[in-house]
T-cell receptor, first 114, second 109 residues
Framework: EAQVTQNPRYLITVTGKKLTVTCSQN?????MSWYRQDPGLGLRQIYY???????DKGDVPEGYKVSRKEKRNFPLILESPSPNQTSLYFC?????????????FGPGTRLTVT | GEDVEQSLFLSVREGDSSVINCTYT??????LYWYKQEPGAGLQLLTY?????DMKQDQRLTVLLNKKDKHLSLRIADTQTGDSAIYFC?????????FGAGTRLTVKP
């Protein structure tokens, strides 16, 4: 089954404790992206990657890091989480050919930073 | 940056039509999308329209695009309780996708 998986689905952590949210897709997609969803603000892009070893900042990259060492994986790293990073996070992927930008979304990771 | 705007709430009665509106500012948008988010789930692509089209119909869904006014709408005919969800409008630029804040559709029996 074609899908985007994220782990963990729920995470409660404390300020300053490094964490990683994993994202994996099995569709051989070139493009992967991370978004955060906050009430009234919709989805805002954090980082995206056009292919392996190619990443770039989205609209709200501060406080986040990403890496793309393999095509299928695109982890999101919070080196020193702060309460304003409490949010719902979505990973997405798409092929850059054909229906460009038709993104497939993971189920989301709800992060709470206290 | 470029904006995508939509109203936050819409309430309709079961069996009525729902119309969700969206405006965008990026004239270079090539595709415009409607996504549906059900509670506790990720976003699911509902339909999309290419920027050189003005209408697309897909079963109960009709998408209208007014490129001159940069206005996009999604009409759901015969709205059912299962259509209750948050609907996101999105436009795709050269390398990124921008989302509206989402319209929460509530369908009353």
């Amino acid at each position: 089954e074609a899908q985007v998986t994220q782990n963990p689905r729920y995470l409660i952590t404390v300020t300053g404790k490094k964490l990683t949210v994993t994202c994996s897709q099995n569709m051989n997609h070139e493009y992967m992206s991370w978004y955060r969803q906050d009430p009234g603000l919709g989805l805002r892009q954090i980082y995206y990657s056009m292919n392996v070893e190619v990443t770039d900042k989205g609209d709200v990259p501060e406080g986040y890091k990403v890496s793309r060492k393999e095509k299928r994986n695109f982890p999101l790293i919070l080196e020193s989480p702060s309460p304003n990073q409490t949010s719902l996070y979505f990973c997405a992927s798409s092929s850059t050919s054909g229906r460009a930008y038709e993104q497939y979304f993971g189920p989301g990771t709800r992060l709470t930073v206290t | 940056g470029e904006d995508v705007e939509q109203s936050l709430f819409l309430s309709v009665r079961e069996g009525d039509s729902s119309v969700i509106n969206c405006t965008y500012t990026d004239s270079s948008s090539t595709y415009l999308y409607w996504y549906k988010q059900e509670p506790g789930a990720g976003l699911q692509l509902l339909t999309y329209i290419f920027s050189n089209m003005d209408m697309k119909q897909d079963q109960r869904l009709t998408v209208l695009l007014n490129k001159k006014d940069k206005h996009l709408s999604l009409r759901i005919a015969d709205t059912q309780t299962g259509d209750s969800a948050i609907y996101f409008c999105a436009d795709a630029g050269k390398i990124d996708m921008r989302f509206g804040a989402g319209t929460r559709l509530t369908v009353k029996p």
